[in-house]
């Protein structure tokens, strides 16, 4: 056993100066010879040590990947593609003091996050929706640019970016004519979200890290802190890493990275500017889906010349009619767009596209294809006629602004659409669900309302294209689960003017549709995330009768949203802001105890805020909860509330 620690000690070093140092210090044969002595006392004993370099070797396919719930959510980022987008994130962030900043670049792959215990590594799952996300273990373990021990004896979790270098890509696609890969991007994600393992490590991914999204114990103090942790500790960072202290000196950083960033082997579509201090951060904290103290400054995404062919008309959920362009395809960051949008017929007509134009293309934050406008009007370039018809139905457009709808509700890719939305992952979640499958089912099967997807048997879907027994039994049964639901959920599901899932979360927190319904315009504007505007849509649509005749029917078909219920313990009915460093463990372990106590914790001090928990160098939370009276206390009352030892 002691020369098999000391074999993975030594073959773990000179994989680290391969793979994460790119300075090797023996030759290829030195590292092969004792790797197949380790191998073999493996063979001989049974065992195989956590931190053994044979435990990278590409395993057997799986089944499926399974769905892990991270320690800590995973945020996405707010982004900025103006200096003036920029000013404003500076603007918020000086209003809690000054703050150093740091720059690094935003590398353009799949993020990941990798779990270790007591020193040994343990888990690998993709982002997903930053509250849990897939297993990749078995492929995340063919990747040589982390390590499998660390020195580290607590929780912890750390954030990378499963990359495919341009150059691997190209060997790849050279050794591989019957599979080209089109870009990096793409590749890693399906390089990492393979269910083959030997699949994954044939397009040789790597993991650059750049972020400690939660520590168990001594957690770090800046973002500074957290890089040097991740480099003495054996994780694959990319050099460049800059701390400045003034907005010109930040955007001198992001101008080199722009003009850097073409001469690198990683693909990058921008730089992340972020607080350094944790102390700041903690008082800044997040909105719904990023935190306030980091923002991606996208560069402008490439661009390209083409000729529009002929523009037809798309028909959304809201009877919305977009202009769609038909182009000559062309390559744009890494794939051959042959569509395009316009916003609606007024953008149209501001950019002056006609059929036959030669027109600017880019990929709008390089995903979107998006027409800039007409580069050149070609002689004989015919102009797009307004539509005084919807194309689907043929009933009459009325137009509101610079925008075109069909007034006709019951329009066919409208009531698609419609269904497709409430369907949705972030709706009523119905896998398998697609648009194109909706589509048949309204064609063949009548399908029109919500409600009709709950009367769906097995009887109706046999003898449908693609639709054989297994398939059938997973729709169904993915039918069947979304009748249980929370509201907030079912409220944006439904699709009312306006209602977004932060809307849909305040609403529900009203306890019932019910309520909902009885709700004045008083009481609807005076909520943070809803206006005038939607508020006279939610009015409306409870005014409506065939609306609440499909609420019915739902009820009736067994769909039953409900309420998340509330944890009850000692902090219950309160409302509590966490501010300054707490000795002994995290804000967000903190924030979880104070949640599972029944309580509810808020990122900002208002008057609706009934107590204040202040650790060291508390700010201006704290000064603002004293000037409103509200209760503070500090981390032994939080303690002894819990009846927990500090």
């Not at 044979?54 to 990947?65: L, M, Q, S």
């Not at 993709?126 to 580290?152: H, W």
């Not at 169904?476 to 907030?488: N, Q, T, Y």
Request: aromatic share 8%; hydrophobic share 35%.
């Amino acid at each position: 056993m002691d020369r098999m620690q000391e074999l993975c000690e030594i073959l773990n070093r000179w994989a680290y100066e391969y793979y994460v140092l790119d300075d090797p210090s023996v030759p290829d044969r030195e590292y092969d010879r004792l790797y197949d002595e380790l191998r073999e006392l493996e063979r001989e004993t049974g065992t195989v040590l956590p931190q053994s370099p044979t435990r990278r070797v590409g395993g057997e396919p799986v089944k499926g990947f399974e769905r892990h719930t991270h320690i800590s959510r995973l945020y996405s980022l707010d982004k900025a593609v103006t200096e003036d987008e920029l000013s404003a994130f500076f603007t918020r962030v000086e209003k809690h003091g000054a703050p150093t900043y740091t720059v690094e670049y935003k590398f353009d792959g799949l993020t990941v996050c990798l779990t270790y215990e007591k020193g040994n590594f343990v888990r690998a799952t993709t982002r997903g929706n930053g509250v849990e996300g897939e297993d990749v273990t078995a492929q995340a373990l063919t990747v040589k640019s982390f390590p499998l021990k660390i020195s580290y004896q607590g929780t912890l979790e750390v954030r990378g970016e499963a990359i495919i270098r341009l150059s691997a890509l190209e060997k790849y696609n050279a050794a591989h004519p019957e599979e080209q890969l089109k870009n990096a991007r793409n590749a890693a994600a399906g390089a990492i979200r393979n269910l083959d393992p030997k699949v994954t490590a044939t397009r040789s991914p790597e993991i650059l890290f750049y972020d400690i999204n939660y520590m168990s114990e001594n957690p770090v103090a800046s973002q500074e802190e957290g890089m040097e942790f991740l480099r003495r500790e054996g994780f694959k960072t990319y050099p460049y890493f800059k701390i400045c202290k003034t907005f010109d000196e930040v955007t001198e950083a992001i101008d080199e990275i722009e003009i850097e960033r073409k001469k690198i082997d990683v693909l990058t579509d921008g730089a992340v500017v972020k607080v350094n201090e944790e102390s700041v951060r903690a008082e800044m904290g997040y909105t719904d889906k990023f935190p306030r103290w980091a923002i991606a400054f996208k560069f402008e995404a490439e661009e390209a010349e083409t000729t529009v062919h002929s523009v037809r008309w798309q028909v959304g959920r809201t009877g919305k009619l977009t202009p769609l362009a038909e182009v000559t395809p062309v390559e744009l960051a890494g794939a051959t767009v042959r569509r395009a949008t316009l916003n609606n017929f007024g953008d149209l007509t501001k950019k002056r596209v006609k059929v036959g134009s030669k027109v600017l293309i880019r990929r709008s934050n390089e995903v979107i294809p998006e027409i800039l406008g007409a580069v050149s009007e070609e002689e004989g370039g015919v102009p797009v006629e307004k539509p005084l018809f919807c194309p689907a139905c043929h009933s009459p457009v009325a137009e509101v602004g610079a925008n075109l709808f069909c007034t006709n509700e019951e329009c066919p890719p409208r009531v698609v659409q419609k269904l497709t939305h409430y369907c949705s992952k972030n709706a009523m979640d119905v896998e398998g669900m697609s648009e194109q499958t909706l589509s048949l089912f309204y064609d063949r099967l009548g399908v029109r309302r919500f409600s009709d997807l709950y009367h769906l048997t097995a009887e109706n879907l046999q003898g449908l294209e693609g639709f054989k027994e297994k398939k059938i039994a997973n729709l169904l049964g993915a039918v069947e689960k979304s009748k249980h639901i929370p509201l907030d959920r079912f409220l944006y599901a439904i699709g009312i003017g306006g209602i977004g899932r932060v809307a849909a979360r305040d609403l529900a927190a009203f306890g019932s549709l019910e309520a909902i319904a009885d709700l004045t315009f008083e009481e609807l504007v005076a909520l943070e995330n809803v206006g005038e505007i939607t508020a006279n849509a939610i009015l409306n649509y409870f005014a409506n009768g065939e609306n609440r005749a499909e609420l019915l029917r739902l009820k009736e078909a067994g769909v039953t949203p409900f309420v998340k219920e509330k944890n009850v313990g000692v902090f219950s009915g309160e409302t509590v802001v966490l501010t300054g460093t707490l000795s002994s463990m995290s804000r967000p372990e903190a924030q979880k105890l104070i949640e599972e106590a029944g309580g509810v914790c808020a990122n900002s001090v208002s008057s609706k805020v009934t107590l204040v928990i202040a650790g060291e160098k508390a700010g201006s939370k704290l000064d603002k909860a004293q000037k409103l009276g509200i209760p503070v206390v500090g981390e032994e009352e939080l303690f002894a509330r819990l009846g927990r030892k500090s």
